[in-house]
């Protein structure tokens, strides 16, 4: 099995910046994209940010120029900065890592996730 695990979540005010960090740790053999999603009150969840084996990015338009997803190679863990937060990127973000496990199965594992909470 695959475990996902989020960090780093808080309390910013607006106009401040966090860093928040994904681990994916278990049974990997290779990891193909991940990607951080947020859960707002009323709203569905959305994709924030994805960033690939191949090292190509995405990002929600909501947060372009502001959010950063990155990967330290050497550890595996990815992260995302959050600068100019907005009360309006409140929510609980989740990682979700994709890739195939050791037995060549096709995982796609969510974590708990990690509460961001901007204050206006």
């Known amino acids: 099995q695959v475990q996902v695990v989020e960090s780093g979540g808080g309390l910013v005010q607006a106009g401040g910046s966090l860093s928040i960090a994904c681990e994916a740790s278990g049974s990997i053999f290779s990891i193909n994209a991940i990607g951080w999603y947020r859960q707002a009150p009323g709203k569905q969840r959305e994709m924030v940010a994805v960033i690939t084996s191949g090292g190509s990015t995405d990002y929600a338009e909501s947060v372009k120029g502001r959010f950063t997803i990155s990967r330290d190679y050497a550890k595996n863990p990815v992260y995302l900065q959050m600068n100019k937060l907005k009360p309006e990127d409140t929510a609980v973000y989740y990682c979700?890592?994709?890739?195939?496990?050791?037995?060549?199965?096709?995982?796609?594992?969510w974590g708990q996730g990690t509460q961001v909470t901007v204050s206006s």
């Open positions: 979700n890592a994709r890739g195939y496990d050791t037995n060549y199965k096709v995982f796609d594992s």
